[in-house]
């Protein structure tokens, strides 16, 4: 489900099209299997017409709506509550990645500290598993180093058992419901604004091509920020 929906994007984010080509090569190859082995291959791929049908509908549609009314909204206050409904949506289609019940998904938001540049989670924008996250990234400090290189690089990192490989500086006495995670920068007019990240609490949950649809709900998420002015809701405070 996830490959096919980084091939359909591979557009917005320059994704390699070699994959077109790998799932031609493996369409070949089915050909050569024997009767049962069709079947089987037949109700897999129903499976997936029918989760990628699931995905379509209940996530990336009314993402699409939801920017398309908050392109067309001419007041602060309009925009504003597009705005949310659209961040809200980008998480339901991250949760849509793995099984809510082990996963959670959250936005956080650029804001200063004490004078100082700080990614934090946005209070509004967490979906998924109960815990509530507590990060706060710094550039010059801890596992803030690592996070807002990847960020600046705009590069969207995919960590699939940090037991095993963990980010460069996070701090492995902490304790921690997951096991993995993938973490995108959202991106306005070159400058990072804040990073959209899901972790689940059992390595495998995630694949590469989760990275890519990652990276373009993180795309997705710098286009609403954007289109309403770059500012997150009730972000005045800071």
């Not at 190859?29 to 791929?45: E, F, G, H, I, Y």
């Amino acid at each position: 489900m996830s490959a096919l929906l980084l091939t359909g994007a591979g557009l917005l984010v320059g994704v390699s099209w070699a994959l077109v080509a790998v799932l031609g090569s493996a369409g070949a190859l089915l050909l050569m299997l024997d009767a049962s082995s069709k079947r089987t291959v037949t109700l897999v791929a129903a499976d997936a017409a029918t989760e990628w049908k699931v995905l379509l509908e209940d996530c990336l549609q009314p993402l699409a709506r939801c920017l398309l009314r908050l392109a067309v909204k001419t007041t602060a206050d309009g925009k504003k509550e597009e705005l949310v409904s659209a961040l809200t949506a980008i998480l339901t289609a991250a949760l849509s990645l793995t099984e809510a019940r082990r996963s959670r998904a959250t936005l956080f938001r650029r804001v200063k500290i004490d004078g100082q540049d700080c990614l934090e989670p946005h209070p509004m924008f967490t979906h998924g598993r109960g815990d509530e996250p507590v990060s706060q990234f710094f550039p010059r400090r801890g596992e803030g180093k690592e996070v807002w290189r990847a960020a600046e690089a705009d590069e969207t990192v995919f960590y699939p058992d940090i037991r095993i490989n963990p980010p460069p500086g996070m701090d492995m006495e902490r304790e921690r419901a997951y096991v993995c995670f993938i973490t995108t920068p959202i991106i306005v007019s070159g400058r990072v604004e804040g990073l959209l990240t899901i972790n689940a609490t059992r390595a495998g949950e995630f694949s590469e091509s989760d990275r890519g649809v990652m990276r373009v709900l993180g795309v997705l998420a710098g286009v609403a920020l954007a289109t309403s002015g770059g500012r997150w809701p009730e972000d005045g405070g800071h």
